[in-house]
Every structure is written in structure tokens, then in C-alpha cells.
């Protein structure tokens, strides 16, 4: 399967600002999706991000806030925006392992906004 | 819309106990269930999955499940848990044919040694 690389682990950021955070896939994948997990809460889907287009959002979740790239077939990044504690989550990069073979997911970063 | 429960939120057992899991989901058509796991400090990896075919199904490390379609449910189970089981598990479901998936709030599991 997918070995995926994302980074920052974690990051401590001030109120307002905002966070690239980036993942990377050792092999080329059409489909890449980003996930949140809010304290005490489950996985959430933010959007998927296909190379060549422009990300699918989900409900709830808008492009100006978390403005995604995916330049290739290997590589996106996931922008959290003008940050308030309520960002404050761990934000997971995942790739779809082929068909319905499940999620390979990365190791996630861990956001907390002071 | 599509939901996952997964009713136990924290389970402690001691080691040797017996494990299970409750999973159920909400939707009508046809789905694939998949549970992960997630080591302290680790990343989420996949535990075992249903897509069609026999309804128990076997996965890493001793964990089964198994698909009940008349309940909604696809539990999972472990005869005989060990220390190094401690983890969140989560439960989750896709509707076939979609890459959108619905995961359930995680169940944080700690085994005593």
C-alpha cells in the first residue's frame, strides 16, 4: 500500500494566522482526500482533491478557509485560514488504495491554535 | 444520510478477555465496512474489511469481524485481547461504488497487563 509522509506532525500557531500543511505519497494516485478530527470526535471528510481540478468540499467546510493544491499526482497541501481555537484539531492526509480497499491515511497533524 | 454508531466509548479489560466491538451503521444500499485502528501515537491503519462474500471476516493481529445485514452491524471481536491491543478502533462505512467514507466516533480500548 501507500506510504504517505505529511508534515508538520504538529504545529502550536497564533489566532489569525494560517498553516500550510503538506502531504506527500511515495507512488501516483488519482484521488486524495482530507480528513478532520476535532478533540473527542471522529474522522470528518474536508474535501478531495484530484490533480488537474478543483477540490470537492464538503458540507460544512469552504475553499477560502481550507484552500487545498494537488500540483501533481503525488503531492497536495491542505491551507487551515485565519485560524481560531476552534480549528484546533488533528488534520489527516489519505489516499484511496484502489477500488474499495480502504484508506491508507498519513500520521496526521496536530493543530492547536492559541 | 449515512451514520455509523459505535456504542462503547471506552472499554477496559484485563488481558485474556474476550473483545467486542459494536459497530452499526444507517443506509439503505449496498456498503463496505471497514474498521481501523489507531496506535498511541501511531497513524490510523487498517484493521480488516467487508465488501461481499462471507460475513466473517478475518484481520490482522487475531481481530474478526462480522457482517449482520438485518441488524446493520459488523462487530468486532478478539477471543483473547493482549496488552499491546490498547488503541482507538474505528468503525467505518462506505456506500459501494463512492470513495466517501462515514467513520463512527472511535472506541478507546485499554488492556491491563
Known amino acids: 500500500s501507500a506510504v504517505i509522509s505529511q508534515k508538520p506532525s504538529r504545529d502550536i500557531c497564533q489566532r489569525g494566522t494560517s498553516l500550510t500543511i503538506q502531504c506527500q505519497v511515495d507512488?501516483?494516485?488519482?484521488?486524495m482526500f482530507w480528513y478532520r478530527q476535532q478533540p473527542g470526535q471522529s474522522l470528518t471528510l474536508i474535501a478531495t482533491?484530484?490533480?488537474?481540478?478543483?477540490?470537492?468540499?464538503e458540507s460544512g467546510f469552504v475553499i477560502d478557509k481550507f484552500p487545498i493544491s494537488r500540483p501533481n499526482l503525488t503531492f497536495s497541501t491542505l491551507t487551515v485560514s485565519n485560524m481560531s481555537p476552534e480549528d484546533s484539531s488533528i488534520y489527516l492526509c489519505?489516499?484511496?488504495?484502489?477500488?474499495?480497499?480502504?484508506?491508507?491515511f498519513g500520521s496526521g497533524t496536530r493543530l492547536t491554535v492559541v | 444520510a449515512q451514520s455509523v454508531s459505535q456504542h462503547n466509548h471506552h472499554v477496559i479489560l484485563s488481558e485474556a478477555a474476550s473483545l467486542e466491538l459494536g459497530c452499526n451503521y444507517s443506509?439503505?444500499?449496498?456498503?463496505?465496512l471497514f474498521w481501523y485502528v489507531q496506535y498511541p501515537g501511531q497513524h490510523l491503519q487498517l484493521l480488516l474489511k467487508?465488501?461481499?462474500?462471507?460475513?466473517l471476516v478475518k484481520g490482522i493481529k487475531g481481530f474478526e469481524a462480522e457482517f449482520i445485514k438485518s441488524k446493520f452491524s459488523f462487530n468486532l471481536r478478539k477471543p483473547s485481547v493482549q496488552w499491546s491491543d490498547t488503541a482507538e478502533y474505528f468503525c467505518?462505512?462506505?456506500?459501494?461504488?463512492?470513495?466517501?467514507?462515514?467513520f463512527g466516533t472511535g472506541t478507546r480500548l485499554k488492556v491491563l497487563a
Open positions: 443506509y439503505g444500499g449496498t456498503v463496505n
Open positions: 482533491a484530484n490533480q488537474g481540478s478543483e477540490a470537492t468540499y
Open positions: 467487508y465488501f461481499s462474500g462471507d460475513p
Open positions: 507512488s501516483q494516485v488519482t484521488m
Open positions: 489519505s489516499v484511496a488504495a484502489g477500488g474499495n480497499y480502504g484508506y491508507t
Open positions: 467505518a462505512v462506505n456506500a459501494q461504488g463512492t470513495y466517501k467514507y462515514i
